[in-house]
């Protein structure tokens, strides 16, 4: 909200300078984004008059202007602007002059012809354009018709004249707060900041004739949509350009001006904070306004020229046989306001925000009131609205009020008495106010006192609807006393802060993970369908089982992540084409999948694991040895890993699952050259998935005190001779299972395929060390127990010794 100084000072006094007003309105809640201080950078241009025109002799664009700026001299000055004429009065920045954006001007020569200084345009001078009114864009800034009569003094200074030295301040309006979206508002909220009073607007009229009843009736059929709607009728209508300090006042505000009865109504907008529409009144059939939805499927052609469809939900404004405007948001052109426009008729209504809402942005149509509108409005502001409309057009002398208005509300609107105790006000703010002080700075915010010295009985005004529960008022009373006078307390409590086990261990594998080598990576949760295409998931998987985002930005985010893997490939797709040799990553995230018992309810979520790598000396057996330290960690030893050839994700023969107990944890394995290939990526990549919730819930991070050994241990070697079938987890479950207490450590070391082995054969070789608890181990006794390990061995996988 662009608040200019300037205009604030018509409703309270604002005394103080800059900063500190800056400063206090931040202080008593009121944020700001930015302060632009406008015409300080504007040195020495002063108002000439054009009083003769030659064409240069060497440039069929340019022409030399002579011009009167008070001296006895004329100053000649070279452009090349096609506006200018003789008699124009003109921004003279003379030589030694300076514009924004510290230029200075000085005397030169344009193609041998002398200019001492420079015509301007509202451009150079510092105005944006997007506030420029249409007939001073492109060209000098013709200052006729500015003033009345042209009553300029030549040599005057510009900015001094026009009033162009003034602040305007950014705030910030908090969704909350739509009565801060409107002059009268910011300085209410200024009024009581810094203890001063608040002065509304004139809205009487002096002169009025006949009735408004005469030209319009007004028939509310959606008065869910519609709380309000407040017609007024102009007649004698004079369309021309605004005066300057209208004009000036819009720009500063960030509102190109237009018309005076478009500005005028902008200006109201601006001031109350309530939307203004006009009608010619000639196109109102049937002298009827009623508010409706519209037809499903309904052409609309609004001011912009753009024919839109509606939809039955959408709120109108029709009269008798037609829709004249899109409430709320955009009126027609088949109501809009010509040049020869003699009778208007001005609508100040208050429509439902959530309806105006959803209207915009079905029609990708927001403007400065559909932005008002959709916030909240309180709907006691129509009826004063449209009398500042009309006050402002008696003023101007733009047309002949009609008296009185049509006004429809259905349902006045009230606010509810809340009781305020006093008690409680001091015990939440830590401070002892005084009743008389809390009445006082509720008055000053135009709230209705009454009550005891214990309980306030406090009614807001109807523009606060954020005020309903007695801590919003403590709040207003917090920030108008200042929060910078509060006392800086520490919240109470003998709650130990201390970290959940799921946040202990998710830290844990995060330290673990870093100190084997990898780093951590963060990817969004919402994800393009197309990933889980990429990584080759069958089409019937549980893992296509999305999630979809109502509102998606894009396809690239329109559904949430069922897997992480496809997020991961990504990240080593993008290091590898960044020429990064060698990555080891991880990363630990939620997953969503749609809930199938109950598809309307929220999806389940889970915690999942994805560890990858790719580069020199990165093998499935790293990967593998960083999941098995890192499950080591969590106090989980007895896993197996069966081979897995279906899965698409990973190379068949290359994948594995990872199975604790008869439940599965993962998969992990070397990913399929085919996904590589999407990604980009033209080296081995290794990857491996974890299903983290089942591997928190299965961890034992409890360190209990073992002794170390007192009797020494034994190792015996073994090299196994079996077909290629058999995996080397299920050799190790044979022999854990028949070490008997005694068996210590299995170590797999080598395998071996090669010409001294048959075909359809390998060698697999470990090292098993015994280790007795109570004595020192006989050989006998490693024997007995070996010998066991190997018969089953045989038994079990058929295999062999082979001589080391």
Same mark, same amino acid.
């Given at each position: 909200?662009?608040?200019?100084?300037?205009?604030?000072?018509?409703?309270?006094?604002?005394?103080?300078?800059?900063?500190?007003?800056?400063?206090?309105?931040?202080?008593?809640?009121?944020?700001?984004?930015?302060? +632009?201080?406008?015409?300080?950078?504007?040195?020495?241009?002063?108002?000439?008059?054009? !009083?003769?025109?030659?064409?240069?002799?060497?440039?069929?664009?340019?022409?030399?202007?002579?011009? &009167?700026?008070?001296?006895?001299?004329?100053? +000649?000055?070279?452009?090349?602007?096609?506006?200018?004429? &003789?008699?124009?009065?003109?921004?003279?920045?003379?030589?030694?002059?300076?514009?924004?954006?510290?230029?200075?001007?000085?005397?030169?020569?344009?193609?041998?012809?002398?200019?001492?200084?420079?015509?301007?345009?509202?451009?150079?001078?510092?105005?944006? $354009?997007?506030?420029?009114?249409?007939?001073?864009?492109?060209?000098?800034?013709?200052?006729?018709?500015?003033?009345?009569?042209?009553?300029?003094?030549?040599?005057?200074?510009?900015?001094?004249?026009?009033?162009?030295?003034?602040?305007?301040?950014?705030?910030?309006?908090?969704?909350?707060?739509?009565?801060?979206?409107?002059?009268?508002?910011?300085?209410?909220?200024?009024? /009581?900041?810094?203890?001063?009073?608040? #002065?509304?607007?004139?809205?009487?009229?002096?002169?009025?004739?006949?009735?408004?009843?005469? @030209?319009?009736?007004?028939?509310?059929?959606?008065?869910?949509?519609?709380?309000?709607?407040?017609?007024?009728?102009?007649?004698?209508?004079?369309?021309?350009?605004?005066?300057?300090?209208?004009?000036?006042?819009?720009?500063?505000?960030?509102?190109?001006?237009?018309?005076?009865?478009?500005?005028?109504?902008?200006?109201?907008?601006?001031?109350?904070?309530?939307?203004?529409?006009?009608?010619?009144?000639?196109?109102?059939?049937?002298?009827?306004?009623?508010?409706?939805?519209?037809? +499903?499927?309904?052409?609309?052609?609004?001011?912009?020229?753009?024919?839109?469809?509606?939809?039955?939900?959408?709120?109108?404004?029709?009269?008798?046989?037609?829709?004249?405007?899109?409430?709320?948001?955009?009126?027609?052109?088949?109501?809009?306001?010509?040049?020869?426009?003699?009778?208007?008729?001005?609508? /100040?209504?208050?429509?439902?925000?959530?309806?105006?809402?959803?209207?915009?942005?079905?029609?990708?149509?927001?403007?400065?009131?559909?932005?008002?509108?959709?916030?909240?409005?309180?709907?006691?502001?129509?009826? /004063?609205?449209?009398?500042?409309?009309?006050?402002?057009? *008696?003023?101007?002398?733009?047309?002949?009020?009609?008296?009185?208005?049509?006004?429809?509300?259905?349902?006045?609107?009230?606010?509810?008495?809340?009781?305020?105790?006093?008690?409680?006000?001091?015990?939440?703010?830590?401070?002892?106010?005084?009743?008389?002080?809390?009445?006082?700075?509720?008055?000053?915010?135009?709230?209705?006192?009454?009550?005891?010295?214990?309980?306030?009985?406090?009614?807001?005004?109807?523009?606060?609807?954020?005020?309903?529960?007695?801590?919003?008022?403590?709040?207003?009373?917090?920030?108008?006393?200042?929060?910078?006078?509060?006392?800086?307390?520490?919240?109470?409590?003998?709650?130990?802060?201390?970290?959940?086990?799921?946040?202990?261990?998710?830290?844990?594998?995060?330290?673990?993970?870093?100190?084997?080598?990898?780093?951590?990576? #963060?990817?969004?949760?919402?994800?393009?369908?197309?990933?889980?295409?990429?990584?080759?998931?069958? *089409?019937?998987?549980?893992?296509?089982?999305?999630?979809?985002?109502?509102?998606?930005?894009?396809?690239?985010?329109?559904?949430?992540?069922?897997?992480?893997?496809?997020?991961?490939?990504?990240?080593?797709?993008?290091?590898?084409?960044?020429?990064?040799?060698?990555?080891?990553?991880? &990363?630990?995230?939620?997953?969503?999948?749609?809930?199938?018992?109950?598809?309307?309810?929220?999806?389940?979520?889970? $915690?999942?694991?994805?560890?990858?790598?790719?580069?020199?000396?990165?093998?499935? @057996?790293?990967?593998?040895?960083?999941?098995?330290?890192?499950?080591?960690?969590?106090?989980?030893?007895?896993?197996?890993?069966?081979?897995?050839?279906?899965?698409?994700? @990973?190379?068949?023969?290359?994948?594995?699952?990872?199975?604790?107990?008869? !439940?599965?944890?993962?998969?992990?394995?070397?990913?399929?050259?085919?996904?590589?290939?999407? @990604?980009?990526?033209?080296?081995?990549?290794?990857?491996?998935?974890?299903?983290?919730?089942?591997?928190?819930?299965?961890?034992?991070?409890?360190?209990?005190?073992?002794?170390?050994?007192?009797?020494?241990?034994?190792?015996?070697?073994?090299?196994?001779?079996?077909?290629?079938?058999?995996?080397?987890?299920?050799?190790?479950?044979?022999?854990?299972?028949?070490?008997?207490?005694?068996? *210590?450590?299995?170590?797999?070391?080598?395998?071996?395929?090669?010409?001294?082995?048959?075909?359809?054969?390998?060698?697999?070789?470990? /090292?098993?060390?015994?280790?007795?608890? $109570?004595?020192?181990?006989?050989?006998? $006794?490693?024997?007995?127990?070996?010998?066991?390990?190997?018969?089953?061995?045989?038994?079990?996988?058929?295999?062999?010794?082979?001589?080391?």
């Amino acid at each position: 909200m662009l608040v200019p100084i300037e205009w604030l000072k018509d409703y309270t006094t604002v005394n103080s300078s800059i900063d500190d007003f800056c400063e206090k309105m931040i202080m008593s809640g009121s944020n700001l984004e930015t302060c +632009q201080f406008f015409g300080e950078e504007i040195k020495d241009v002063i108002i000439g008059k054009i !009083v003769r025109i030659e064409n240069h002799p060497d440039a069929d664009k340019l022409v030399i202007c002579y011009v &009167e700026t008070g001296e006895e001299e004329l100053t +000649q000055i070279v452009t090349g602007a096609t506006n200018v004429f &003789e008699g124009a009065f003109v921004p003279v920045a003379i030589h030694g002059s300076k514009l924004p954006g510290n230029i200075k001007i000085t005397r030169g020569t344009l193609r041998g012809i002398e200019s001492n200084g420079m015509l301007c345009s509202m451009e150079e001078l510092g105005f944006e $354009d997007k506030v420029i009114p249409s007939q001073h864009r492109g060209g000098i800034w013709i200052l006729n018709g500015l003033m009345a009569d042209d009553s300029w003094k030549l040599g005057q200074d510009l900015v001094e004249v026009l009033g162009l030295k003034t602040a305007v301040v950014d705030f910030e309006i908090t969704p909350n707060r739509p009565d801060c979206l409107c002059m009268i508002g910011m300085a209410r909220e200024s009024a /009581a900041t810094f203890g001063e009073k608040l #002065q509304y607007p004139e809205t009487r009229c002096e002169k009025e004739t006949g009735s408004a009843e005469d @030209y319009i009736t007004v028939e509310i059929r959606k008065p869910e949509l519609c709380r309000r709607y407040v017609a007024r009728v102009v007649t004698d209508v004079v369309i021309k350009e605004s005066p300057w300090w209208l004009q000036k006042r819009l720009m500063f505000a960030g509102m190109r001006a237009i018309n005076n009865i478009v500005d005028i109504t902008n200006f109201v907008m601006l001031e109350y904070g309530n939307p203004i529409h006009a009608f010619d009144i000639r196109c109102i059939e049937g002298e009827k306004i009623i508010v409706d939805t519209a037809e +499903q499927g309904e052409l609309f052609v609004s001011l912009d020229g753009s024919e839109r469809k509606l939809n039955e939900n959408m709120l109108l404004i029709k009269d008798a046989s037609k829709s004249v405007a899109i409430a709320g948001v955009m009126g027609g052109q088949n109501s809009e306001i010509a040049s020869d426009t003699s009778t208007i008729l001005i609508e /100040a209504a208050n429509f439902n925000g959530d309806s105006i809402r959803s209207t915009s942005k079905k029609l990708s149509l927001r403007t400065e009131a559909s932005s008002r509108f959709e916030k909240g409005i309180d709907p006691n502001l129509c009826e /004063a609205a449209a009398d500042r409309v009309c006050k402002l057009i *008696e003023i101007l002398g733009a047309g002949t009020v009609v008296g009185g208005s049509v006004d429809a509300y259905p349902a006045p609107s009230t606010m509810p008495m809340v009781q305020v105790r006093t008690a409680r006000v001091n015990s939440v703010l830590g401070i002892s106010i005084l009743r008389t002080k809390m009445a006082d700075i509720f008055e000053s915010l135009e709230m209705r006192v009454e009550g005891d010295e214990e309980t306030l009985k406090v009614t807001p005004p109807s523009i606060r609807q954020d005020l309903i529960e007695e801590v919003d008022f403590i709040e207003e009373i917090a920030r108008i006393y200042g929060y910078d006078k509060l006392p800086m307390t520490l919240p109470r409590g003998n709650q130990e802060a201390r970290k959940s086990r799921e946040r202990q261990l998710k830290d844990l594998a995060k330290q673990t993970m870093c100190a084997l080598g990898a780093n951590e990576v #963060q990817t969004y949760s919402f994800v393009s369908p197309k990933g889980i295409d990429f990584v080759r998931i069958a *089409e019937d998987s549980w893992e296509r089982n999305f999630v979809k985002i109502i509102n998606p930005l894009g396809d690239e985010n329109s559904v949430m992540r069922t897997i992480l893997t496809p997020n991961m490939m990504e990240i080593l797709g993008r290091n590898f084409s960044r020429n990064i040799e060698k990555v080891r990553a991880f &990363e630990i995230g939620n997953t969503f999948t749609q809930n199938i018992a109950d598809p309307e309810g929220l999806p389940d979520e889970q $915690d999942s694991m994805v560890i990858a790598t790719y580069g020199k000396d990165e093998s499935f @057996y790293t990967l593998k040895g960083m999941l098995v330290e890192m499950l080591r960690v969590f106090g989980i030893t007895d896993i197996r890993f069966e081979s897995e050839s279906d899965y698409g994700v @990973y190379h068949p023969g290359r994948c594995a699952r990872i199975i604790l107990g008869d !439940v599965e944890i993962g998969i992990m394995g070397e990913v399929h050259p085919e996904v590589c290939d999407k @990604y980009g990526i033209n080296t081995k990549c290794y990857c491996s998935e974890l299903m983290f919730d089942v591997v928190m819930n299965a961890a034992n991070i409890e360190k209990i005190y073992k002794p170390l050994p007192k009797y020494p241990s034994t190792s015996r070697d073994i090299a196994l001779l079996v077909t290629e079938d058999v995996q080397v987890g299920m050799l190790e479950n044979i022999i854990k299972e028949n070490g008997s207490d005694i068996l *210590e450590k299995i170590q797999m070391f080598d395998v071996y395929r090669g010409k001294q082995i048959g075909e359809g054969q390998k060698s697999v070789a470990f /090292a098993l060390t015994y280790r007795g608890v $109570d004595k020192t181990l006989t050989d006998e $006794d490693v024997t007995k127990v070996h010998n066991k390990v190997l018969a089953e061995l045989k038994e079990k996988a058929k295999a062999t010794l082979r001589e080391m």
